[in-house]
């Protein structure tokens, strides 16, 4: 068992297979889908809270989501802490600022990747909230629901994943388009 968690790659199949337990097992306690988008608007109701407290409250927006701390919010840094401890453990943990496969496309300046990946989470944010949910939320939790907006939402996540990674890194060389699928 402890092989599995010190592997650099995990089998596609078991943790797939933990996501469905986790997913099962969270609307089984808490009657809640499993996402990360509301995670990320609670801490933005938290923050702009810190300014203006009766401001927030006022807000349509946070009498649904409503800013504070609980499991929902604590995914973000059970994230964070997860993958650092699986890198940790699988001796894959090696930080760059600029990561190799961005400077042999983009180059080596620090700024324009942390303008880039500035602006990304910024569009995917406005992206998840606009869609009702991330790719988390709709990709697992929607999906089991059999709810078609999820499913548009998870085929819109892949066709502009794939349409975004052709425009940035092109087609790999000796293949069509249409060998990519």
């Not at 599995?4 to 099962?24: D, K, N, Q």
């Not at 923050?47 to 409250?57: C, K, N, Q, T, W």
């Not at 300046?109 to 602006?119: E, F, M, P, W, Y």
């Amino acid at each position: 068992m402890f092989e599995l968690l010190v592997a650099a790659r995990w089998s596609p199949y078991l943790a797939g297979a933990g996501i469905g337990l986790l997913i099962c097992l969270t609307f089984l306690l808490s009657d809640r889908p499993l996402g990360a988008s509301t995670a990320f608007a609670k801490l933005g109701g938290m923050i702009a809270g810190l300014f203006s407290r009766r401001r927030v409250e006022s807000m349509e927006y946070y009498e649904r989501v409503t800013p504070n701390v609980d499991w929902q919010f604590l995914i973000l840094p059970g994230v964070v802490i997860g993958g650092l401890v699986a890198a940790l453990l699988s001796g894959t943990f090696s930080p760059e600022f600029v990561p190799t496969f961005w400077a042999t496309r983009f180059g080596e300046n620090g700024v324009i990747r942390l303008v880039a990946a500035l602006a990304g989470g910024i569009l995917l944010g406005f992206g998840a909230r606009w869609a009702g949910g991330c790719t988390s939320g709709h990709g697992i939790s929607g999906n089991l629901q059999l709810s078609i907006a999820s499913m548009l939402a998870s085929a819109g996540f892949f066709i502009g994943g794939i349409l975004v990674a052709l425009v940035l890194f092109g087609v790999p060389e000796g293949q069509g388009i249409w060998g990519l699928f």
